[in-house]
């Protein structure tokens, strides 16, 4: 055993937290009686406990269930969405303010959560994630309309937005560097199984159960982790965090939010609505103001300065678009097979789940050619494939045959895994050890910030071009304002790629050697890595 791991073993169950106040400075009262009450909450075990679980263990086993749920939810809620805008009688187009909120909300969170972990320590910021995640899901079932719904999802994604990045940094803090590669492996199976399951699961669900289980499902699987993680969890807290850029948070907040309602509510309220311009000016005014003060702050919320490395930035926009693309198509299909071509939630849901087996075969395919091929080649035939894949899906009529769909989709999955994979192996190559957490902040959330972006764009494009449509007396003109919505996002797609020929092989060629090009690999399987890592 390494001095690393002895270092956690040996300390006893009720020392895994700061005592008391110790967890922030004394400086304010308010502030060391709030540390208090965590502490006393999520960080004193039991004493009775004879002894702990190996943290490895706890660490490892706590995190893949909250990333199992976490991904299961997404890709059931996916499936739910045309029940529930028939449930809550809202057009199929304005339903998408139910994922678009928990995004945005998701998005905002993140770049505060690794000063929260470093701040009150990992184990209780991580257990409070969960609470609200979890208690969100049971609020979400109880949902009398969409306004509640959207208000339940957003709490949602506040816990969201923490469980991720903070559950990364305790795994790679239990783990020493020489184990992490391993420690990331085991979390594929989460991030293959969990897509594949929920498609399925929610179709049974809502079919044939109540759109309310989509939501409930996931309520056990997060009350089970919130009891093993408050018994066994360690505690990891940074000795010196820093202050908060509470005006960088608040202005990323605010602008994002009224930049996402605009996108999302433009071609249904009107472009030219005063509402509509007044929060798209105010939006983009509030993130330029927040640009210019993260440039010029000493500490930055989302230090922007690491856009001046160019692998990085080249990295970070094509994932931007890239997601933009992909995870728009999976919201946009779910919509498409039950609203365009009338399939229940079940049928829509096998026909969606190749998709995930793709990712997961993809990956594997991609963790044994990325050492010999490098990012550049990779990520530039994975857009393309992309492309290809979200292109055919405007030959898709009522008289497909579903078996041809689901090739799209398993083509799709595949596709994508070669994009995803290698973007996160090279993005930080060139990143220097110190940096490394600033920049996967701003990585993850241009990851976050792209699914919202594209949700709400091929949402704008199926309303606007919809309506085109029916005016111009088209005889299906649902099918073709979803088939117009395909091309655009396979305009992201080959937009992406054309930038992804700006990425330098040389420059990631750290990551190029075999065991390296492995362990970044089996990271980037698992998700991004976060400030709070050391």
Not at 22 to 44: D, E, K, P, T
Request: aromatic share 8%.
């Amino acid at each position: 055993m390494t001095e690393h791991d002895r270092g956690i073993d040996a300390q006893p169950v009720s020392r895994a937290c700061p005592e008391d106040g110790g967890l922030i400075s004394r400086r304010s009262v308010l502030a060391n009686h709030l540390a208090r009450v965590v502490n006393q909450l999520f960080c004193q075990a039991p004493r009775q406990l004879p002894s702990r679980l190996n943290p490895k263990i706890t660490v490892s086993v706590v995190f893949t269930v909250a990333m199992f749920m976490t991904i299961m939810d997404s890709t059931i809620i996916n499936v739910a969405l045309p029940t529930l805008a028939s449930e809550f009688h809202v057009k199929p187009d304005h339903i998408d303010s139910v994922v678009v909120g928990f995004l945005v909300s998701l998005a905002v969170v993140i770049p505060a959560s690794g000063w929260l972990g470093d701040r009150f320590g990992t184990k209780p910021v991580f257990l409070i994630a969960l609470v609200l995640f979890t208690g969100a899901l049971a609020l979400c079932g109880t949902a009398q309309n969409l306004a509640q719904l959207v208000t339940y999802r957003i709490l949602q994604g506040t816990g969201g937005g923490m469980l991720t990045p903070v559950g990364m940094a305790m795994l790679f803090r239990t783990f020493p560097p020489a184990d992490r590669a391993r420690a990331s492996r085991s979390l594929v199976v989460p991030t293959a199984l969990a897509p594949a399951a929920g498609p399925v699961i929610g179709g049974l669900l809502v079919t044939d159960v109540s759109w309310r289980w989509a939501f409930y499902v996931n309520v056990p699987i997060g009350l089970a982790a919130l009891i093993f993680g408050s018994l066994f969890l360690p505690n990891q807290r940074q000795p010196t965090p820093g202050a908060l850029d509470v005006p960088g948070f608040v202005l990323s907040g605010l602008g994002f939010a009224a930049l996402m309602y605009t996108l999302s509510e433009g071609s249904s309220r009107g472009w030219t609505s005063p509402m509509i311009i007044g929060f798209g000016v105010a939006g983009l005014a509030l993130l330029a103001l927040f640009i210019s003060i993260e440039m010029r702050s000493p500490t930055p919320l989302v230090d922007l300065r690491l856009f001046g490395d160019s692998l990085f930035r080249s990295m970070t926009v094509v994932i931007f678009l890239g997601t933009a693309a992909f995870l728009g198509t999976l919201y946009l299909v779910a919509l498409f097979f039950q609203s365009g071509l009338g399939l229940s939630a079940l049928g829509s849901g096998l026909s969606t789940f190749p998709e995930a087996l793709g990712v997961m075969a993809g990956t594997q395919l991609a963790m044994r050619i990325y050492p010999k091929l490098g990012p550049r080649r990779l990520v530039i035939g994975g857009l393309a494939g992309v492309a290809t894949s979200i292109s055919l899906m405007t030959l898709v009529g009522f008289s497909t045959n579903l078996w041809w769909v689901r090739a799209i989709m398993l083509l799709l999955g595949v596709a994508m895994a070669h994009v995803f994979a290698p973007s996160q192996a090279a993005a930080f190559a060139t990143i220097t050890s110190a940096a490394t957490g600033r920049a996967s902040t701003l990585f993850n959330a241009s990851r976050q910030l792209g699914s919202a972006v594209g949700i709400a764009t091929l949402t704008t494009v199926i309303a606007s071009i919809g309506t085109t449509h029916q005016i111009a007396g088209h005889l299906t003109p649902q099918l073709s304002a979803y088939h117009w919505a395909f091309v655009t996002a396979a305009a992201v797609a080959l937009l992406a790629a054309a930038l992804a020929f700006t990425i330098d092989d040389k420059a990631a060629a750290p990551t190029m050697r075999a065991r390296t090009g492995q362990q970044h690999l089996a990271q980037a399987a698992a998700g991004p890595t976060h400030t709070t890592v050391s």
